[in-house]
């Protein structure tokens, strides 16, 4: 049996456009004389669909469009993904659902069984699982009985989960049900070093049941989330016999005998890791976000620092140099090196570049608040004004030309709140809010290791970060140097680790009382930043719902002790006060 692997980019909503594409890849699979096409998860309707799925009419239009397609297929099995009705008087109003299409009609629809809610996943809103008997979601082709599921079902090997979180296995049932060849569809994002952890757990499985497995992923970017493809056939034997594409989208062909033997080949692809699928990664989430919201071309402010540097230069690879437009808007306080630095970059990455000085506009909101601010001394505000008058003038290049505009900011920056809201938060994409400095670092030696030249200039990689809103200013005046901050960061954000634990591995307490106070106070600034893309476990976004108004006190030991020695000390909350802003 020929089987084809349609790795598609569906824009989440766009149902003509996403039937149109869904059309085409059957002619060229029908073209490649496969006998059955594969589809990733809701390839319909785009994942993730969030509340579009509330809307009656969506759901309509999505049923049409799969009628639709039905009717087009002729001389080849069709496995698509869609938004079904619960027609059951009790539970959610929709299935997470593919359909078998094949000569017209659609002759049978399969549900998702594990329904995730967590970290960016929330489909327990929406959709009810399927029937727990696994005879339900088998079906077959030609002579091989295939058993459907689709993207989680997948997830839940006891062996390989360290947690399980469901009490059921799919895969398991589909086997002792008499599945001869597992078909998965997908709509999985992408995390670095995910796609290494996925095969481990796709082979163990094909290992433990002795069957096949076609595990068909999305790709392209929605939002937030950015999807890898690397769709995958592994033949009985554990062995991968065709790969996809990373981060592309590919028809991949593979051959497997009638009755779900061992595969007889197929191209196989090899995918990016490390900083590498974080960089691609970065450039399709761009654009995608960019050409899927309607714009041509993007705007950003250059300062001649290394987080602006690597922002363009991702925008050059994403859209080219014709659409990314650099400012540089330097104050009484900035570096000669900080306007060279920056223009010697749009030289080297050969895109439109203005220089716009803001002195004579922060002399003037000073003057402006001069009588109000009569009493006060210098601080913060007069150095957020700059940042703040930066944000405005961007924005005017961005309704004026119609760009998008880029923030800047890293993940470190973001998560300690060192960043200005209204200021160079201002913009529509956060293009490396989920990159943290030392990762920024990495990222801009390799684009200009990748690219054979010097696309970021070195002076701007080596130079001591600095926001220069006052007089000498770095950010170490304020924040531990980023190896540190980063590292703190990691445990306490993406392993979830609580002060006293990060502090037994070795971290000066006062640094981490300081880091995770910061980044507890911050998050009503994130909450009003742009989206960023995701290419980490633990991303700033709606995968992580913090509380704003909260004062949770973390209690650490006492020096010497294993933990707080009587209940009393837990109510007092030693070693950490709560915010006061």
Not at 485 to 496: F, G, H, M, P
Request: charged share 20%; hydrophobic share 40%.
């Amino acid at each position: 049996m020929r089987i084809a692997l349609a790795q598609i980019n569906p824009t989440v909503g766009d149902l003509a456009g996403n039937c149109r594409k869904i059309l085409d890849f059957i002619g060229h699979a029908k073209a490649a004389a496969a006998q059955l096409v594969v589809f990733p998860e809701l390839s319909i309707i785009g994942y993730p669909p969030k509340d579009l799925l509330l809307k009656p009419q969506f759901i309509e239009d999505n049923l049409r469009a799969l009628r639709l397609i039905a009717a087009r297929v002729t001389g080849i099995d069709v496995i698509v993904g869609y938004a079904e009705r619960n027609t059951a008087p009790v539970g959610r109003p929709l299935h997470n659902a593919v359909a078998v299409l094949r000569e017209g009609k659609i002759i049978s629809r399969h549900f998702k069984t594990l329904l995730p809610t967590y970290d960016v996943f929330d489909e327990s809103r929406y959709f009810e699982p399927g029937s727990p008997q696994p005879g339900q979601n088998l079906v077959r082709i030609g002579d091989t009985l295939a058993g459907l599921s689709i993207c989680e079902d997948l997830w839940n090997d006891e062996r390989m989960i360290a947690r399980r979180l469901y009490h059921q296995n799919p895969i398991a049932d589909l086997h002792r049900a008499g599945a001869q060849v597992m078909i998965n569809t997908s709509a999985s994002p992408f995390v670095v070093g995910k796609h290494e952890f996925r095969v481990k757990l796709f082979t163990s499985q094909v290992k433990q049941f002795g069957q096949p497995l076609i595990y068909v992923n999305q790709v392209g970017g929605n939002d937030e989330l950015v999807f890898d493809g690397c769709s995958v056939v592994i033949g009985a034997d554990g062995q991968i016999i065709a790969q996809a594409s990373d981060f592309e989208e590919q028809l991949l062909i593979a051959d497997l005998p009638d009755g779900g033997g061992a595969a007889a080949g197929g191209n196989i692809y090899q995918p990016a890791g490390g900083i590498e699928s974080i960089h691609k990664a970065l450039v399709l989430g761009l654009r995608d976000y960019v050409r899927k919201c309607g714009f041509k071309s993007v705007v950003l402010g250059l300062s001649g620092g290394i987080d602006s540097a690597v922002t363009a230069a991702l925008a050059v690879a994403a859209l080219g140099s014709d659409k990314v437009v650099g400012v540089s808007m330097p104050s009484r306080f900035s570096s000669d090196h900080s306007i060279t630095d920056a223009q010697k970059l749009a030289e080297n990455l050969k895109i439109q570049f203005h220089i716009v000085p803001i002195k004579q506009l922060h002399d003037a909101y000073e003057q402006t608040l001069a009588v109000p601010f009569a009493a006060c001394k210098p601080d913060v505000t007069e150095e957020n004004l700059q940042a703040r008058i930066r944000g405005a003038l961007l924005m005017a290049f961005s309704n004026k030309f119609n760009h998008l505009l880029l923030t800047t900011g890293n993940k470190s920056e973001i998560a300690v709140g060192y960043c200005t809201l209204y200021g160079d938060m201002c913009g529509g994409l956060a293009v490396i809010s989920d990159v943290p400095k030392t990762t920024i670092w990495e990222l801009s030696r390799w684009i200009n290791q990748h690219a054979g030249q010097e696309l970021i200039p070195e002076s701007s990689i080596v130079k001591v970060p600095s926001a220069e809103l006052r007089p000498n200013q770095t950010d170490q005046d304020s924040l531990p140097p980023y190896p540190l901050l980063d590292a703190i960061l990691y445990r306490y954000v993406e392993e979830e680790k609580g002060v006293g634990q990060i502090i037994s591995e070795g971290f000066d307490e006062q640094t981490v009382l300081k880091v995770v106070k910061l980044i507890d106070r911050s998050e009503y600034k994130r909450r009003q930043a742009a989206p960023g893309i995701k290419v980490t476990s633990r991303a700033f976004g709606f995968g992580r719902r913090m509380p704003i108004a909260q004062n949770y006190l973390q209690v650490i030991p006492k020096r010497g002790e294993a933990s707080p020695a009587s209940e009393e000390n837990l109510i007092a909350g030693w070693g950490y006060e709560p915010r006061k802003d």
